[in-house]
T-cell receptor
Framework: AQTVTQSQPEMSVQEAETVTLSCTYD???????LFWYKQPPSRQMILVIRQEAYKQQNATENRFSVNFQKAAKSFSLKISDSQLGDAAMYFC?????????????FGKGTHLIIQP | EPEVTQTPSHQVTQMGQEVILRCVPI?????FYWYRQILGQKVEFLVS????????KSEIFDDQFSVERPDGSNFTLKIRSTKLEDSAMYFC???????????FGQGTRLTVV
């Protein structure tokens, strides 16, 4: 079974600084997707960034980027120029590629606090 | 912008009662999902649905759960004979295709008393 581990229950960063959230996963599959979701106090899950395992290039979305290390099964999220609106729970998630509509496997989340 | 809509936002039910959680997926999406998040814990996959039948389900999705698409727009999760441990946030999600982004609704908080 696939597992996703987020070892940082909580992280704090000063506004405008950079923070990196860690995620590791375990799978025997070679083709899969990795995601970072943001869950603000409103509770809705919002996709931040997505990475296909077959792509070597790290995904980037504006201030958000990932460091994908396939051999190490590591998928960290870097948030640059942190803003107050970035405060939320961040979940790393895994999904196998192809086959049926398998669901996402989530980590336990990291609570990100932005200090003004 | 199209969004996934869930109703109600909060449901309180007595233990042993049946409850139906409702979702309206994004209109051109073909895949539908239910997840749950027990307070303070991670989000867990329950079931996926495609072409009017269950595609995948987790071990959590036992005989007390069922899903249905009763018409062209709604997607429901029914929990028969609710238990205290069913108290959780239930999220509906939909995606256009199997490998495209899943959009989540705002969730229904279910409280079983």
């Amino acid at each position: 079974a696939q597992t996703v581990t987020q070892s940082q229950p909580e992280m704090s960063v000063q506004e405008a600084e950079t923070v990196t959230l860690s995620c590791t996963y375990d799978t025997s599959e070679s083709d899969y997707y990795l995601f970072w979701y943001k869950q603000p106090p409103s509770r809705q899950m919002i996709l931040v960034i997505r990475q296909e395992a077959y792509k070597q290039q790290n995904a980037t979305e504006n201030r958000f980027s990932v460091n994908f290390q396939k051999a190490a099964k590591s998928f960290s999220l870097k948030i640059s120029d942190s803003q107050l609106g970035d405060a939320a729970m961040y979940f790393c998630a895994y999904r196998i590629s192809g086959g049926g509509a398998d669901g996402l496997t989530f980590g336990k989340g990291t609570h990100l606090i932005i200090q003004p | 912008e199209p969004e996934v809509t869930q109703t109600p936002s909060h449901q309180v039910t007595q233990m042993g009662q049946e409850v139906i959680l409702r979702c309206v997926p994004i209109s051109n999406h073909l895949y539908f999902y239910w997840y749950r998040q027990i307070l303070g814990q991670k989000v867990e996959f329950l079931v996926s649905f495609y072409n009017n039948e269950i595609s995948e389900k987790s071990e959590i999705f036992d005989d007390q759960f069922s899903v249905e698409r009763p018409d062209g727009s709604n997607f429901t999760l029914k929990i028969r004979s609710t238990k205290l441990e069913d108290s959780a946030m239930y999220f509906c999600a939909s995606s256009e295709w199997v490998n495209t982004e899943a959009f989540f609704g705002q969730g229904t908080r279910l409280t079983v008393v």
